[in-house]
């Protein structure tokens, strides 16, 4: 049973070309919806939480949103540097369920 | 702060031989977590700790073992390493309580088992 399922899976994009991924998620008792960025041969990288419907999160070109069911990771004119993993989990008591991530590529 | 270590980076095991991951952290966080990559499948927890002396297993704790007796260190022992535990193991971190929530990941090791 799939509880976090990211898309699209791949994303090409054109340097300062904007667009949106995709986190939704079927589980209760939500602690919190997490964003991580992994860049290739390291660990995750933690970029935002988010804790309850409506509420909205930025950092540089990143922006984080959240309704009961998905959350959309907005990224405004991104740069090459941008290009990476973005990971999406969730927070349930005391354990985190990974999504598989969308592999985002910015070209110049 | 070195924030989240791990070593090795790199191992090869042979089938039936045991092995431990080694994970510490100095920003005094209680919890702590180990994580399992493979392709397509994302990050899977194998097991966790709320603090020294406490643990608990996560999505996939079968054939690994973890104990806790300091707050810095969380090791992950292989107890007889199979093929299927081919995989790239994170250790993360997170203060616990109130807060952001928000986990520190190590580097990873890779580990292939033949």
């Known amino acids: 049973e799939d509880q976090v399922t990211q898309s699209p899976e791949a994303l090409r994009l054109q340097e300062g070309e904007s667009s949106s991924l995709n986190c939704s998620y079927t589980v209760s008792g939500l602690r919190g919806l997490f964003w991580y960025r992994q860049d290739p041969g390291k660990g995750p990288e933690f970029l935002f939480t988010?804790?309850?419907a409506g509420e909205e999160k930025e950092k540089e070109r990143l922006k984080a949103t959240l309704t009961k069911k998905e959350s959309f990771l907005h990224i405004t004119a991104p740069k090459p540097e941008d290009s990476a993993t973005y990971l999406c989990a969730v927070g349930i008591g005391n354990q985190f369920y990974f999504g598989t991530g969308t592999s985002l590529t910015v070209i110049p | 702060n070195a924030g989240v270590t791990q070593t090795p980076k790199f191992q090869v095991l042979k089938t039936g031989q045991s092995m431990t991951l080694q994970c510490a952290q100095d920003?005094?966080?209680?919890?702590m977590s180990w994580y399992r990559q493979d392709p397509g499948m994302g990050l899977r927890l194998i097991h966790y700790s709320v603090g020294a002396g406490i643990t608990d297993q996560g999505e996939v704790p079968n054939g690994y073992n973890v104990s806790r007796s300091t707050t810095e260190d969380f090791p992950l022992r292989l107890l007889s390493a199979a093929p299927s535990q081919t995989s790239v193991y994170f250790c993360?971190?997170?203060?616990?309580?109130?807060?952001?929530?928000?986990?520190?990941f190590g580097p990873g090791t890779r580990l292939t088992v033949t």
């Open positions: 920003m005094n966080h209680e919890y």
């Open positions: 993360a971190s997170e203060a616990g309580g109130t807060g952001e929530y928000e986990q520190y």
């Open positions: 988010l804790y309850s």
